[in-house]
């Protein structure tokens, strides 16, 4: 169903797209090269015979020990075609930046701040480029794996409450 | 004397600049300001903590800044470092009110993932579930929106509905709101004796009560003026925002996932999918009780279709094995003790599920390296779109139009702060 | 039950605790009326507050006991309601609308993420709403069951009872308090 996408996508893309695959479960997804994510996602939705009107999840998997180590993964469909693809981006630790694609489709804003806030990826072009959830004074970005659960990092200091035991948590982690 | 917007800055919040320079002189010669006002975080409407940083000409929005992240508990953080199985707890406290949904979601992405068929009973059961409580996120949102325009009686109606259902799910689930209901491989428990016929009856009795709320606020004067033309989102901007769900069909776009990739047993039951026109806070409320309409409608073909059989797939990697076998089999025991303590073992790679819940598409995007525990769950949720639109959607409209366009798209804080 | 350690005993073994029958004749009165008629303030952040919602409506009706009316300003209120999970960034939020409210006032912890934290110990939540303010009842469930709660309830009026209310306070005010920039 989706394959002809991903066909058009490498035929009209041949150095941008690559290594597409059928994935879990029948998607169809393919990786991209960082810097013509923008030109594809506008390809994508613009082309009247794909029509990929939405993109509803856009996120970042952060894979520490293999370079190049962050991914962003964009996952698309269309209402009136009623088909989905997954696109994967490499995104190496060193150039932690990828073209904001929000102005293809302005529905990706929140995601793309999530995915700095969270795994400091910059998305230069991105009208609002602050934190998501985290508060201004939060120093680092807790979704990395090298981030340790329990970072606390409090803004009004803790009452001394002697009683309560504060170790650190069951089964020793972090 | 000038309004500023003095605020706790403890927490570094980016403000909209107070417009700098000399007031201006407006039509009849007196000298205006905008004023920048503060909504939140912890404000009356029972939505989650969201903070409005609204900036006014007069009784007019000219720009608005949202907010989040005071709610943010570390839902992603927190299920990569649990097993498959106690994620279900987490997932249950996203979107609250309709909480069996969240667990649906998840179980079918590891099930995607671990390429695993469930049997039909428990298919069946977990539509029940979900879609009773599709009705409860419905009530919520219809009381809560009559409540905050000032019609407390159909808050109480409607939560009086919420608690009749709840006590059905109670003697299903053994929790009324967080229900943790749905295990990988099929579902927790199966249906108590005599629960299809007391369910029916709290269901008649919850669907008179929606018939009284709807009697009261649907010709109700004041309710069509204050939702009748407000927060209107049209199909475009609803497409381009991201938009899903019962907010994109009020705007036009008939896309419903259980119509268009049908998941469970959708495909075997009939129902309609109602569809908008305007795209205002008035139709995003009719959505809301056209669509517990159509869900009754599928709780009694479900009622009457289920079939007998297993609730679990009789699986030893996926689900506890019984007691006797536990006590009994050293294969029994042996599956019980991994399971415990090293959890589900899913296999590598990556999976996409969606699927429809009360908000819209619900999204979970798994990453296992194979182990057992996930090494990335990246949530989909339903009303990040609707929040973040806000901003555009209420420039130039009325403050006091601010709450019904807050309350009809219905954002749950659980959900969006994750 | 540990409410009973709030309970002011009639013979005390600490002079400050020990109320005359003067002091007693007045106290008893003041807390009754008191404890049947809490302001609440319902800080709701999360899930619980959808047991809230079921609590304050027409089957596990919180009017009977008198506190029916939540003020949403914290100047109005004596009950601090605090409902849900409170992460690092709402805490200096909890912080100063506690500050806010006027004596005597209380502080329930509704729901197991305002006692200790819940399950969610992570980078993000604050443990437990006592290491940010002082807390009277803490009430745990996840989500409590509205009985749960309305038991809390009951368990706050005895310890209101309990407690010494005189009807002029005579505390010095903090340091730092007064007119001033």
């Not at chain 1, 009247?48 to 469909?77: H, I, K, S, W």
């Not at chain 2, 907010?67 to 707890?89: A, D, M, N």
């Not at chain 3, 912080?95 to 200790?116: D, L, N, T, Y």
């Amino acid at each position: 169903m989706s394959k002809a996408v991903i066909d058009a996508l490498v035929a009209r893309f041949p150095d941008a797209v690559h290594d597409p695959y059928v994935g879990v479960g029948g998607d169809d997804c393919a990786f991209v090269r960082k810097e013509r994510i923008a030109d594809v996602c506008r390809f994508l939705k613009e082309d009247p015979a794909l029509d990929f009107n939405q993109a509803p999840y856009v996120t970042a998997v952060d894979y520490l020990g293999v370079e190049p180590r962050f991914e962003v993964v964009y996952n698309l469909t269309s209402t009136s075609k009623n088909h989905r693809i997954r696109l994967r981006v490499k995104v190496p630790e060193d150039d932690c930046q990828i073209p904001s694609v929000w102005g293809v489709w302005r529905g990706v804003d929140w995601f793309e701040r999530y995915c700095w806030d969270m795994y400091g990826i910059r998305f230069p072009g991105h009208p609002d480029h602050r934190r998501l959830f985290m508060y201004d004074e939060f120093q680092g970005h807790p979704l990395r794996k090298d981030y340790p659960l329990r970072g606390r990092q409090p803004l009004v200091p803790e009452r001394p409450v002697e009683e309560i035991y504060r170790g650190p948590g069951p089964g020793g982690r972090d | 004397m000038s309004i500023e917007a003095k605020g706790p800055s403890e927490h570094g919040d980016a403000r909209p600049a107070l417009p700098a320079g000399p007031t201006e002189l407006d039509a009849e010669g007196l000298r205006t300001r905008r004023m920048v006002i503060n909504l939140g975080p912890s404000h009356p409407a029972t939505h989650g903590v969201t903070k409005f940083i609204v900036e006014l000409d007069g009784e007019t929005i000219t720009d608005t800044k949202i907010e989040i992240g005071y709610l943010h508990r570390g839902f992603e953080k927190s299920c990569e470092s649990v097993t498959w199985t106690q994620c279900f707890p987490y997932t249950d406290r996203l979107n609250y009110v309709s909480s069996i949904m969240n667990n649906v979601g998840f179980a079918l992405a590891v099930e995607k993932l671990c390429r695993l068929d469930i049997p039909e009973r428990a298919k069946w059961l977990r539509v029940i579930s979900s879609e009773m409580h599709r009705i409860c996120d419905h009530l919520t949102m219809v009381g809560a929106m009559g409540m905050e325009l000032g019609a407390f009686t159909v808050f109480l109606y409607g939560i009086e509905a919420r608690d009749l259902l709840w006590d059905r799910l109670t003697e299903l689930c053994g929790a009324r709101l967080t229900s943790n209901y749905v295990r990988i491989g099929g579902v927790a428990r199966d249906l108590p004796d005599g629960w299809i016929e007391k369910t029916r009856r709290s269901l008649a009795r919850a669907a008179e009560l929606r018939e009284e709320i709807g009697g009261l606020l649907i010709r109700n004067r004041i309710f069509m003026d204050r939702t009748r033309g407000t927060g209107v989102v049209t199909r475009a901007q609803a497409l381009d925002f991201g938009f899903t769900g019962p907010c994109l069909r009020a705007s036009g776009e008939p896309y419903d996932l259980r119509k268009a990739a049908p998941y469970l047993v959708y495909d075997q039951v009939e129902f309609d999918v109602p569809v908008g026109k305007n795209g205002d806070n008035f139709d995003r409320f009719l959505m809301r009780m056209e669509e517990m309409r159509q869900s009754e409608r599928i709780l009694e073909q479900c009622f009457q279709k289920i079939p007998a059989g297993d609730i679990v797939v009789d699986d030893v990697r996926y689900v506890l094995p019984p007691k006797p076998q536990v006590y009994g089999t050293i294969e029994g025991a042996m599956g019980h003790f991994k399971l415990i303590m090293e959890g589900i073992k899913v296999p590598a790679g990556e999976a996409y599920s969606y699927t429809e819940a009360a908000n819209g598409e619900l999204g979970f995007y798994l990453v296992s390296d194979g182990g057992g525990r996930p090494y990335k769950l990246g949530l989909r949720a339903p009303g990040w779109p609707l929040v973040s639109a806000l901003p555009y959607v209420m420039k130039g409209s009325l403050l006091a139009d601010l709450v019904p366009t807050y309350d009809s798209v219905n954002m749950i804080g659980g959900e969006v702060e994750q | 039950m540990s409410a009973d350690l709030d309970v002011v005993p009639g013979i005390t073994t600490r002079r400050e605790e020990a109320m005359s029958t003067l002091q007693k004749l007045v106290s008893a009165p003041l807390g009754w009326a008191r404890k049947y008629s809490l302001y609440q303030y319902p800080f709701v952040t999360a899930c619980c507050g959808i047991e809230y919602m079921s609590l304050a409506c027409a089957r596990y009706d919180v009017a009977r006991f008198g506190a029916e009316i939540p003020r949403f300003s914290p100047r109005q209120a004596d009950l601090l309601l605090v409902v849900g999970t409170v992460n690092c960034k709402q805490a200096p939020v909890l912080k100063r609308v506690f500050e806010q409210m006027a004596e005597p006032k209380w502080v329930i912890a509704f729901g197991v993420c305002a006692s200790s934290g819940g399950f969610y110990d992570n980078y993000a939540t604050v443990q437990g709403i006592d290491r940010v303010i002082p807390v009277d009842v803490y009430i745990p469930g996840c989500p409590p069951r509205p009985e749960q709660v309305l038991d809390g309830l009951m368990l706050l009026q005895k310890k209101i009872q309990g407690q010494k209310h005189t009807l002029i306070d005579r505390q010095a005010l903090p340091a730092g308090t007064g007119r001033g920039p």
